[in-house]
């Protein structure tokens, strides 16, 4: 079986950085790709950013130039640096790990941790 755990959310004000971290552990052989999603009630959940295991990035068009994702591989953990962060970031974050081979690849989820941006 393999975990999520993240951490680093909370309540910050507009403009401000929060850093999100997210481990994964367990039984597993290797990780394609991890990254971030997020969601509000009432909408669909949306990329944020994820990072591939050669460190190839993608991120959402909402947040290019404010976010950044990065990866310890030796760690099996991804971070998200949040800078100038806005109300409308406020949504639940959740990790994800894509590609997670242990016999056969699946994907992983992690349970959520909220991110609240005040004005």
């Known amino acids: 079986q393999v975990q999520l755990v993240e951490s680093g959310g909370g309540l910050v004000q507009a403009g401000g950085p929060l850093r999100l971290s997210c481990a994964a552990s367990?039984?597993?052989?290797?990780?394609?790709?991890m990254g971030w999603y997020r969601q509000v009630p009432g909408k669909q959940r949306e990329l944020v950013a994820t990072?591939?295991?050669?460190?190839?990035?993608n991120y959402g068009d909402s947040v290019k130039g404010r976010f950044a994702i990065s990866r310890d591989n030796a760690k099996n953990t991804v971070y998200l640096q949040m800078n100038s962060l806005k109300p409308e970031d406020t949504a639940v974050y959740y990790c994800?790990?894509?590609?997670?081979?242990?016999?056969?690849?699946?994907?992983?989820w992690g349970q959520g941790t909220q991110v609240t941006v005040s004005s």
């Open positions: 994800a790990a894509t590609g997670v081979l242990v016999i056969s690849r699946r994907d992983y």
């Open positions: 367990g039984t597993f052989i290797s990780i394609n790709a």
């Open positions: 990072i591939t295991s050669s460190g190839n990035t």
